[in-house]
């Protein structure tokens, strides 16, 4: 007799019923576990290790998922956040395309960290790509020095994403977050919205301010928060950004 084929497993950090930021509507938001970024303003450090989430199959979230889907209305659906659930691109894709055999819409909220244009990975991107309704793409900074201090990591990468994602037309939001001494200067912001505006498939642009509330999570767990002195950004500064960015939706 054959074995019988395993059932894929992603790893889950925990599952939100009724999310209104993360996505159009109301969301089933579904935060993964694994992450190769660290952002120095990261509030859930504990998403970082893989090993620690909690197992699930498709099936069993899908499962979990539509029972709120009375709330969700026209536009609400399925967001996958993290962590960085491009790490479990198989299961992510298998999620996704069960979601949309049930008229689900979809969502993936990614750093774009993951994404290259080469070998079987780039494949796999695409295939996820096809039953993505719409991509949260979240460029941290547009310096690519300053983005290496600030997470650990190019961006190089991460703008190629974008670029990606509108050669295929993909609906696209871009979400920035507001550090103070790190993001939040003129020069950067005018530089990264001269990048978006170089897009035609960016649906909105948001700004998240920094916030203080994940910094007992670093040294719960050890961790020396990169951050420590730092106050979240003013509402003059907000204001600022969001006049630079000129965020809000767009046609």
Same mark, same amino acid.
């Given at each position: 007799?054959?074995?019988?084929?395993?059932?894929?497993?992603?790893?889950?950090?925990?599952?939100?019923?009724?999310?209104?930021?993360?996505?159009?509507?109301?969301?089933?938001?579904?935060?993964?576990?694994?992450?190769?970024?660290?952002?120095?303003?990261?509030?859930?450090?504990?998403?970082?290790?893989?090993?620690?989430? +909690?197992?699930?199959?498709?099936?069993?979230?899908?499962?979990?998922?539509?029972?709120?889907?009375?709330?969700?209305?026209?536009?609400?659906?399925?967001?996958?956040?993290?962590?960085?659930?491009?790490?479990?691109?198989?299961?992510? +894709?298998?999620?996704?395309?069960?979601?949309?055999?049930?008229?689900?819409?979809? +969502?993936?909220? +990614?750093?774009?960290?993951?994404?290259?244009?080469?070998?079987?990975?780039?494949?796999?991107?695409?295939?996820?790509?096809?039953?993505?309704?719409?991509?949260?793409?979240?460029?941290?900074?547009?310096?690519?020095?300053?983005?290496?201090?600030?997470?650990?990591?190019?961006?190089?990468?991460?703008?190629?994403?974008?670029?990606?994602?509108?050669?295929?037309?993909?609906?696209?939001?871009?979400?920035?977050?507001?550090?103070?001494?790190?993001?939040?200067?003129?020069?950067?912001?005018?530089?990264?919205?001269?990048?978006?505006?170089?897009?035609?498939?960016?649906?909105?642009?948001?700004?998240?301010?920094?916030?203080?509330?994940?910094?007992?999570?670093?040294?719960?767990?050890?961790?020396?928060?990169?951050?420590?002195?730092?106050?979240?950004?003013?509402?003059?500064?907000?204001?600022?950004?969001?006049?630079?960015?000129?965020?809000?939706?767009?046609?």
């Amino acid at each position: 007799m054959s074995e019988e084929k395993k059932e894929l497993t992603g790893y889950i950090h925990s599952l939100e019923s009724f999310g209104s930021v993360d996505g159009p509507g109301v969301r089933y938001v579904i935060f993964v576990s694994g992450c190769a970024m660290r952002c120095q303003f990261c509030h859930n450090p504990d998403t970082w290790d893989m090993k620690v989430g +909690t197992p699930y199959t498709a099936d069993e979230l899908l499962k979990k998922a539509v029972r709120y889907k009375g709330y969700w209305g026209k536009e609400g659906g399925i967001t996958v956040s993290g962590g960085e659930p491009m790490l479990q691109i198989d299961f992510l +894709t298998e999620l996704f395309r069960k979601a949309k055999a049930q008229g689900i819409h979809t +969502t993936l909220d +990614t750093s774009g960290n993951p994404f290259t244009r080469e070998g079987e990975r780039f494949e796999k991107i695409k295939k996820l790509l096809e039953v993505t309704d719409l991509v949260m793409l979240d460029i941290k900074h547009i310096d690519d020095e300053q983005h290496k201090i600030l997470t650990g990591q190019t961006n190089q990468n991460i703008l190629d994403m974008a670029r990606y994602l509108d050669e295929i037309g993909k609906p696209m939001w871009i979400r920035h977050v507001l550090v103070p001494e790190r993001s939040d200067k003129d020069e950067y912001l005018t530089r990264l919205d001269a990048f978006i505006r170089s897009l035609h498939n960016v649906q909105k642009v948001e700004v998240l301010p920094y916030h203080t509330l994940g910094a007992y999570k670093w040294k719960e767990l050890g961790y020396e928060y990169p951050l420590e002195g730092i106050d979240p950004p003013t509402q003059e500064r907000i204001k600022n950004a969001n006049q630079l960015l000129h965020t809000g939706a767009r046609v």
